[in-house]
């Protein structure tokens, strides 16, 4: 069987960082250490970050940003562990309106022309990401800048 990797952020400063926050206080030690190697296999499947921003100081550190993102992501995977990896960034077509009348059939759609190509389902990681790494979307890659 396959070694997991280590989460970006240890259990004792995740809980320093959520201290009394929900469903992260009420979750077990086991369900957390979980939680964040989930969270840390999300960031690696989904975007593509600096190796200076992955070992900062030669001891395999994450930056501070990454540390919380793979936080936040354990979190939300506590939150729906069922759904969290069907919510990975996907391609899509920028569908921005959908309408469907019934009575007589009718269908209209409207797509964003300057579209990125995905959709990105958890954007507050995205944000805390944005200066250190790049979401992947299938076979597209988009840097992400914060404005």
Known sequence: ??????????????????????????ATTDENNN?????RVYIDANYSCSPTYLD????????????IANAELANLYLTNPTTFFSSSASAGQNLIRNKVKAGSVESDKQYNAGG????????????ILSNE???????????????
């Open 1 to 26: 069987m396959a070694q997991l990797a280590e989460p970006y952020i240890t259990l004792a400063d995740a809980n320093d960082y959520f201290g009394i926050k929900e469903p992260w206080f009420s």
């Open 35 to 39: 939680a964040l190697i989930q969270g």
């Open 56 to 67: 900062t100081d030669g001891s395999g550190t994450a930056s501070d940003k990454i540390q």
């Open 116 to 127: 990125l190509g995905y959709i990105d389902p958890y954007p507050y990681a995205t944000s």
């Open 133 to 147: 790494c790049i979401l992947s979307a299938s076979s597209i890659q988009v840097a992400i800048t914060r404005q």
